[in-house]
Each structure stands twice: as C-alpha cells, then as structure tokens.
C-alpha cells in the first residue's frame, strides 16, 4: 500500500462528506492500474461510480477495506454498496472488515418494480440496475415488459457508461447488448463462469490482501 497521505488525497478527490460509493462491476485480472494504490496488475477489480459527481474509478479489492478504514478515520459512517448479485463479495469483505461493504436495497416484487417505474422522475441508476439484472433472467411476459421499461429509462440516462458499456461498441441492437451482458453478470455469479465465488475467496487467501 502506498504512503497512506498521498492514498487519502486521492480518496478525497472521488469522494466528499455525503456522497453515495456504489460498485457496479467485479471482475478478474487486467493491466489496470488502481486508482487509489497504483498498483498494476489488479487480481480483482472493483469498479466503483459516486452517485453525486458521477466520476468512476477502478480499484483492487485491498483498496476497497482501506477505503472503508480511511472513511472512518474522517469519521463518517459511509461504507461500499453493491447490487444483489455479488453476495459472495460482500460476505467476503464484511468477514476481513466489518461494515465495509451493504447491499442496494431492492424489491423483487413485479408490482413493486411496476409501482416505481410509473414514476421515472424519481428513480436513479441505483434502483434501475437491480430491476434490470432481476428481470433479464426470466422469459417471462411481465418480466419483459419490467425490462424494457427500466431499460429505456437505462438508455436514455447513459447509465451504461457506470457498466463500462458503450453501445456504439456493441454488434447488433444495444438492447440485446446490454442485455446480454447483464445476463452474463448473473450467470457469473450463479455458475461460476469467469466471476466464480470460490476463486475468489481462494485468490484471497493466497495473498491478495497486502495488509
């Protein structure tokens, strides 16, 4: 870990007394360099957004905790949410330091999810990605229907650019794209392909926590 100062400037600079961490993608091994240590390559990335500024940063899952333990030194009680997908990811972090990581609170009762999206004004990117990862699972006339709606509203914000996706990158229509990436997502956690629970926690344990 990097001079503890130069790395809490860097937090501060993503983050500011209020504002909403979210991790929208985990995802394996690449070259990128993490924002807030600088260390290269990242075993496990974390893709976090800031729900005020909309900046985006890319960090290892050690920076994750350290994030968590600088925040409380500033003493707020802020931690990292994450969407219902990534169980494994939050039980993980919670068991190598408590309170680090919650869950984005999220309804799976299709009225529910009906109720809110016939108020689009007042729903934002943390409650149309949960909507959208649920329904893209079933082959279901009134889950697709709650699909396309979220989706729209998913489309039209450009909240894809917080997944990484850029729709003028995809083949075909971006719809099916993005449809088929969050089903992936899924299926990641579910089966195991590529995002695999038990990997994770095996990586973890063969050293990739530096402190």
């Known amino acids: 870990m990097q001079n503890n100062k130069i790395f809490q400037e860097k937090l501060q600079q993503f983050w500011r007394a209020g504002d909403e961490i979210i991790c929208t993608r985990i995802f394996?091994?690449?070259?990128?360099?993490?924002?807030?240590?600088?260390?290269?390559?990242?075993?496990?990335?974390?893709?976090?957004?800031?729900?005020?500024?909309?900046?985006?940063?890319?960090?290892?899952?050690?920076?994750?905790?350290?994030?968590?333990?600088?925040?409380?030194?500033?003493?707020?009680?802020?931690?990292i949410l994450f969407f219902p997908q990534y169980t494994d990811a939050v039980n993980r972090l919670n068991a190598l330091?408590?309170?680090?990581?919650?869950?984005?609170?999220?309804?799976?009762?299709?009225?529910?999810?009906?109720?809110?999206?016939?108020?689009?004004?007042?729903?934002?990117?943390?409650?149309?990605?949960?909507?959208l990862d649920h329904t893209c699972k079933f082959n279901h006339e009134l889950m697709t229907e709650i699909f396309h709606a979220a989706f729209d509203i998913y489309v039209d914000r450009k909240y894809y650019i917080y997944d990484y996706l850029e729709e003028h990158e995809k083949k075909g229509s971006p719809e099916q794209s993005i449809a088929n990436y969050l089903q992936k997502e899924w299926e990641r956690e579910m089966y195991g392909e590529d995002y695999n629970a038990n990997d994770y926690k095996s990586n973890i344990k063969d050293g990739d926590l530096p402190f």
């Not at 240590?37 to 920076?63: A, F, K, R, Y």
């Not at 408590?98 to 999810?113: I, W, Y």
């Open 28 to 79: 394996r091994r690449s070259d990128n360099e993490c924002y807030l240590c600088g260390n290269t390559p990242i075993n496990w990335h974390h893709v976090l957004l800031n729900t005020v500024s909309n900046q985006i940063i890319d960090v290892e899952l050690s920076c994750v905790i350290e994030m968590k333990k600088i925040l409380e030194k500033l003493e707020s009680d802020q931690n």
């Open 97 to 131: 330091y408590a309170g680090t990581a919650s869950f984005v609170e999220f309804n799976a009762n299709p009225d529910v999810m009906l109720r809110l999206l016939s108020h689009p004004e007042d729903l934002c990117y943390r409650q149309i990605r949960p909507i």
